[in-house]
């Protein structure tokens, strides 16, 4: 279990504190759990993810929960989600909104579109076209919009949930190295087990149970997860293994930025918070290293494809 560790740190925090945050992280996993059976791990990173003020990209064949996913963390999470069912033949506005004339004031008025908000669901984000995908780049990037030469910024906590279906699927467009760069973590959801299929095939549909969920983490608990990582400590010879994997993914011919690696660092430090600890570990890199890099490593190969070859040099490293 991830937040069973009984370690004496965060010296600063109260221990009554400490185990109140740890709880409700618990309570968080354990209620979602009950809607997307077997997906734990899953829900786990999509929450370090938020957390950590990141975006994150799901892939997978339709029909894997990947939605329900997303509702479910937004539901949890008390942030309201507004959703885009994106198509070959959506548009830019349709995203960001724009000017609408007001005939009562024989003005324009910028009308803001679906993505001003908390948490944006970016549904089957490679069926739409490059041009419409692009729109999302400078909100990812600087959590802002700029439109007529007006800068409209978003929350400070704003993130984007995207779907995508498998590259080999008719009807979909391979997002460019830009717009993967900027999803912090790449999640792919594999097909249950045979006894979890079991269970699932017997389920209610989940989606309106959702909908009734209490929020398990408030935004004071996220604000304050968020300034406890900030204090983590990452050591000289674990900055060290991180360049390393980075360098022999590019050795390999993989384009990775420093971002890339810049995520790693800050998802590592939200996972010591998680393990009570004032430190990054080896095992926390290890953790997250495939889920960080492999959409970025894989590209239009597919996320997998990218998280095998991360997985396989992690194992190669020497462990500082």
Request: with cysteine.
């Amino acid at each position: 279990m991830f937040f069973k560790k009984c370690i004496t740190e965060w010296s600063e925090c109260g221990y009554n504190s400490r185990v109140k945050m740890l709880n409700e992280i618990e309570n968080f996993l354990d209620c979602a759990d009950q809607y997307l059976i077997g997906r734990r791990t899953e829900i786990h990173l999509s929450l370090l993810g938020i957390l950590s003020r990141g975006h994150i990209l799901i892939e997978d064949q339709p029909g894997m929960g990947k939605t329900v996913l997303a509702n479910l963390l937004a539901q949890l999470l008390d942030r309201p989600l507004n959703r885009i069912q994106f198509t070959n033949d959506l548009l830019p506005a349709d995203i960001l909104g724009g000017p609408v004339w007001i005939k009562d004031q024989s003005n324009f008025v910028f009308e803001p579109g679906p993505i001003f908000g908390e948490m944006l669901l970016a549904d089957e984000l490679n069926r739409a076209s490059p041009k419409t995908q692009s729109a999302l780049l400078q909100a990812m990037e600087e959590r802002q919009v700029s439109i007529d030469n007006k800068d409209h910024p978003l929350p400070d906590h704003f993130c984007v949930l995207a779907t995508q279906n498998p590259y080999e699927q008719v009807g979909t467009h391979a997002l460019p190295e830009s717009q993967l760069d900027r999803f912090t973590i790449g999640l792919t959801l594999e097909l249950p087990s045979r006894s979890l299929e079991k269970k699932i095939l017997i389920m209610d549909d989940p989606r309106e149970k959702i909908k009734q969920l209490n929020a398990c983490i408030t935004k004071e608990l996220a604000g304050e997860l968020f300034k406890r990582s900030k204090e983590v400590v990452v050591s000289e010879q674990l900055l060290e293994y991180v360049l390393d994997l980075l360098q022999g993914l590019r050795k390999n011919g993989a384009h990775i930025s420093p971002r890339a690696g810049q995520d790693l660092i800050v998802l590592a430090k939200m996972q010591a918070v998680f393990n009570q600890r004032s430190h990054v570990a080896p095992d926390d890199i290890q953790f997250l290293a495939s889920s960080v890099l492999g959409h970025r490593v894989g590209g239009g190969r597919g996320m997998k494809v990218g998280q095998f070859e991360v997985t396989r040099l992690i194992n190669e490293l020497p462990i500082p």
